[in-house]
């Protein structure tokens, strides 16, 4: 039941990170829809954690160099999308209040990820590699 309600915090944390970015992109003052590129970063991120699951078997080491490299790659990701809404920010192309509202849902989607794969990497019964 546990893995319900982590999944159910999990799911609303997503939904506010998502209304976030939706309120930098489509208030009338702001009125531009570049920040919506960010979902692009949204959804290669878990991509080199998958990858290196996938790839190295030895799950009782402390650390691998096929992890590691995992772990770079999507800090590179999580820092490129934090970096684009400032950037645009920048050159004008966005307000800076869009810019920080993105920035927020960001941090809140970033996190809801996190926590995915703490709550349902672990391996045990309630895992997401079951579904």
């Given at each position: 039941m546990a893995?319900?309600?982590a999944l159910v915090g999990l799911s609303f944390s997503g939904a506010i990170g998502l209304t976030f970015l939706m309120l930098g992109c489509a208030l009338e003052y702001y009125g531009v829809y570049w920040p919506m590129f960010v979902l692009i970063f949204y959804f290669i991120c878990p991509i080199p954690h998958f990858i290196a699951r996938r790839v190295s078997d030895d799950s009782d080491a402390a650390s691998s160099a096929c992890r590691e490299l995992a772990y770079f790659f999507t800090t590179g990701i999580v820092v490129s999308a934090f970096g684009f809404p400032i950037i645009l920010a920048r050159v004008e192309a966005i307000k800076?209040?869009?810019?920080g509202?993105?920035?927020a849902g960001n941090a809140v989607i970033f996190l809801t990820i996190l926590g995915f794969f703490l709550v349902f990497?672990?391996?045990d019964d309630f895992s997401w590699e079951q579904w």
């Open positions: 893995g319900i309600k800076w209040g869009a810019c509202l993105v920035l990497g672990r391996g």
